[in-house]
């Protein structure tokens, strides 16, 4: 998906790389639910982004239509933030500088997902999350 790979490398420019992924790992791990930018804030300060530098990135994403709108704050499809997560942790991987930033952002991953499988019905095990985790970063092929 070309889309991603051009809207990842946009936001890396333009610093709202991680937001991105925080976007994307929402969705992802959500089902397409819906995030408040309260949910953003708390994945992100878990990566090191304040809550200004995030509203900031979250308002270009918006300008961008990296993100569908103020009120709806996922990107335009679930495939497109699988992509787009993807490309952002594979262009941190690479830059030395920002393995400890990918590490964090998988790690906050494993939390979120944790969490948000166990506010459903079926309230799975620990292991079973992280299983779920594992699965996604192996589909994304993040190492």
Known sequence: MASGNIGADA????GADLTLAAVAIHQLA????????????VLLAAAGV???????????????????GPSDLRTPHQRFASVVLGRILAGQNA???????ACRTR???RSHALATV??????????????????????????
């Not at 030395?96 to 930033?101: E, F, G, K, Q, W």
């Open 11 to 14: 936001a890396r420019a333009a």
């Open 30 to 41: 959500s089902r397409d639910a819906r995030p408040g930018r309260d949910a953003l804030h």
């Open 50 to 68: 304040p809550a200004t530098t995030a509203d900031t990135a979250l308002n270009w994403l918006i300008s961008e239509r990296l993100v569908v």
């Open 95 to 101: 830059t030395p500088d920002h393995s400890l930033t």
């Open 107 to 109: 790690m906050t991953f």
């Open 118 to 143: 166990q506010a459903g019905a079926s309230k799975p095990s620990p292991e079973a999350a992280a299983h779920y985790e594992d699965r996604l970063i192996a589909t994304l092929g993040v190492k």
